[in-house]
Structure formats: structure tokens, C-alpha cells
């Protein structure tokens, strides 16, 4: 076993505290306190109070589609308030919209070409992203090669059949 030297012993003392600390602190201020610890695309969304880490799910999207040739989408505050406009609509309804209408009032709000995933039931962003790669309209949506920006909401009603309703939006 090679022997590690003492002033590089006595570095990693004083730097590798610094560091856990930082990153413990960075996570503390990142996770809403409904959520729980972890990364915020395992949070439960079956919560009161619990809200997605839009963020993440942007970086979750860009990354699959750059997998696939695509350029990121961007965050967009109008699309993220209809967003979370249909997400609390859908749990109110206690049921998931059609996409159509959604997509209807996006274009009326001057969002060009807009796609809609409109889902109920998954309890996090991981469950969510997965099981709309796995559905090909769903899948379509995420990788539209026109789309620019999006927005990205869940609300929860837990007398619901399904407690957690998702909507992302899409759009030129």
C-alpha cells in the first residue's frame, strides 16, 4: 500500500469538509420541504404543498433530447403558467383534459405549434418522464424537432383517483 503524504493528508482534511458542507447546504436550499431529500426527479408529488423542481425537469428533457439530436427547450413563463393552470384544472376535474383544448388555448395565447402531454398518476418526475418516453404520442411531444420552449406543472388532489395530474407544454 503506497503511503499517502502528509501535507496532502492534511489538504484533504481541511478541503474535503468545505466541500461536503457546501454540497449539503446546496441540496438543503434546493429541496422544497414537502419533498424530502434526493434528487428532486425522485420528490413525491403526492404531497400537499409538494412542487416540481422545473429546472430539473428541463435538464431531464434536454438531455434525453440531446440523446436523440435536439436542442434544449428553454423555460417559458406563459407556457409554465398554463401549465400549472391545467394541472390544478385536471386535479380539480379529478380527471386528465384532452390535450386538444389545452393546445387550443396556447396557440390563442400566441404559442405557435403548441404539444401537450396531459397525464395523471405518476407520484414523481422520474415515473412521469419515463412513462411518457414510453408512449409514442407522449414521446412525440418531448422530442417535437420544432419546439423551443416548454413549461412543466403537477398539482395534487388526493381525494382523486389518481392524486397527482401533470401537464407539459411545448411550443415554438
Same mark, same amino acid.
Given at each position: 500500500?503506497?503511503?499517502? #503524504?502528509?501535507?496532502?493528508?492534511?489538504?484533504?482534511?481541511?478541503?474535503? #469538509?468545505?466541500?461536503?458542507?457546501?454540497?449539503?447546504?446546496?441540496?438543503?436550499?434546493?429541496?422544497? !420541504?414537502?419533498?424530502?431529500?434526493?434528487?428532486?426527479?425522485?420528490?413525491?408529488?403526492?404531497?400537499?404543498?409538494?412542487?416540481?423542481?422545473?429546472?430539473a425537469a428541463r435538464d431531464?428533457?434536454?438531455?434525453?433530447? !440531446?440523446?436523440?439530436?435536439?436542442?434544449?427547450?428553454?423555460?417559458?413563463?406563459?407556457?409554465?403558467?398554463?401549465?400549472?393552470?391545467?394541472?390544478?384544472?385536471?386535479?380539480?376535474?379529478?380527471?386528465?383534459?384532452q390535450a386538444d383544448i389545452?393546445?387550443?388555448?396556447?396557440?390563442?395565447?400566441?404559442? #405557435?405549434?403548441?404539444?401537450?402531454?396531459? !397525464?395523471?398518476?405518476?407520484?414523481?418526475?422520474?415515473?412521469?418522464? !419515463?412513462?411518457?418516453?414510453?408512449?409514442?404520442?407522449?414521446?412525440?411531444?418531448?422530442?417535437?424537432?420544432?419546439?423551443?420552449?416548454?413549461?412543466?406543472?403537477?398539482?395534487?388532489?388526493?381525494?382523486?383517483?389518481?392524486?397527482?395530474?401533470?401537464?407539459?407544454?411545448?411550443a415554438k
Amino acid at each position: 500500500m503506497t503511503a499517502i #503524504p502528509a501535507a496532502l493528508r492534511r489538504l484533504a482534511l481541511l478541503v474535503l #469538509p468545505a466541500g461536503l458542507a457546501a454540497c449539503s447546504a446546496t441540496e438543503a436550499t434546493r429541496v422544497p !420541504s414537502a419533498a424530502g431529500a434526493g434528487p428532486s426527479l425522485y420528490w413525491p408529488m403526492a404531497a400537499t404543498g409538494a412542487q416540481i423542481d422545473a429546472g430539473a425537469a428541463r435538464d431531464m428533457i434536454a438531455a434525453y433530447r !440531446s440523446n436523440k439530436g435536439l436542442p434544449p427547450l428553454a423555460l417559458d413563463p406563459g407556457l409554465q403558467r398554463l401549465a400549472e393552470t391545467e394541472s390544478a384544472a385536471m386535479a380539480a376535474a379529478g380527471r386528465p383534459s384532452q390535450a386538444d383544448i389545452v393546445k387550443t388555448v396556447a396557440a390563442r395565447m400566441g404559442f #405557435p405549434e403548441p404539444g401537450a402531454n396531459l !397525464s395523471a398518476g405518476y407520484h414523481t418526475l422520474a415515473e412521469a418522464f !419515463s412513462g411518457w418516453r414510453e408512449s409514442p404520442s407522449h414521446n412525440a411531444v418531448m422530442l417535437d424537432p420544432t419546439a423551443t420552449r416548454m413549461g412543466i406543472a403537477t398539482a395534487y388532489a388526493p381525494g382523486s383517483k389518481y392524486k397527482v395530474y401533470w401537464a407539459l407544454l411545448v411550443a415554438k
